[in-house]
């Protein structure tokens, strides 16, 4: 099955830091999702994207869905405690497989006030 | 506030229990989903309805047996469960489930533990 290898596994920055990570595949997708689940929470969807090339932002949040469809990355501005969680970088296959979203292992973001 | 509802939040039960955790949606979405998540590891699909019918079991144990009642509700009937069950179980939505790039909507989930 389609494997997303996300990277990097868990960050320590200080608040006001910028944040990257990002997912990559050896397959072709025509989306690409980032989701942010709180302690306690399910995750919550912060960006879709679809087309590649796509430059999206939310907020402090900017992700790009990469131009050979097979990768995309998240960055996050100026970080404050409050994003602190465990970030997941998702993908919907097609095919026979509408509605399996795979994600990726996470990124674990701890923020230091 | 999510718009996908579980209940309950917490569960704890036996190996000989027979409980049933409950989904909620509101948004018209015509598949629903069961996840499960081991703490700091990403969600793992269980089942998908699409149109109040199964289309995908990932060769999930008969112990855990999903419902459909209608197109808002979702049910997953829990008997015999084993300790390495215990986990959070998470329910989400989507429009339809027919196309593929869909966000899914979660809820809080169901933190169930097997004594």
């Known amino acids: 099955g389609q494997q997303l290898n996300q990277s990097p596994q868990s960050m320590f920055i200080q608040e006001g830091e910028d944040v990257s990570m990002n997912c990559t595949s050896s397959?072709?997708?025509?989306?690409w999702l980032w989701y942010k689940q709180d302690p306690g929470e399910g995750p919550v969807l912060l960006i879709a994207?679809?087309?590649?090339?796509e430059l999206t932002s939310n907020g402090r949040l900017t992700a790009q869905f990469g131009i050979t469809r097979k990768d995309s990355f998240l960055n996050i501005s100026a970080s404050i405690p409050s994003d602190v969680g465990i970030y997941f970088c998702?993908?919907?296959?097609?095919?026979?497989?509408?509605?399996?979203?795979?994600f990726g292992q996470g990124t674990i973001l701890t923020v230091h006030p | 506030d999510t718009e996908v509802t579980q209940t309950p939040k917490h569960l704890v039960m036996g190996m000989t229990n027979k409980k049933s955790l409950k989904c909620e949606q509101h948004?018209?979405?015509?598949?629903m989903y069961w996840y499960k998540q081991k703490a700091k590891k990403p969600p793992e699909l269980m089942f998908v309805?699409?149109?109040?019918?199964?289309?995908i079991n990932e060769s999930v144990p008969s112990r855990f047996s999903p419902e459909c009642p209608n197109s808002s509700l979702l049910n997953l009937h829990l008997h015999a469960l084993q300790p390495e069950d215990s986990a959070l179980y998470l329910c989400?939505?989507?429009?339809?489930?027919?196309?593929?790039?869909?966000?899914?909507?979660f809820g809080d989930g169901t933190r169930l533990s097997i004594l």
């Open positions: 989400a939505s989507s429009q339809d489930g027919q196309g593929a790039g869909q966000p899914q909507h």
């Open positions: 994207l679809y087309k590649a090339g």
């Open positions: 397959s072709i997708f025509n989306t």
């Open positions: 998702g993908n919907n296959a097609g095919g026979t497989s509408y509605g399996k979203l795979t």
């Open positions: 948004m018209g979405h015509r598949a």
């Open positions: 309805y699409s149109y109040e019918k199964l289309s």
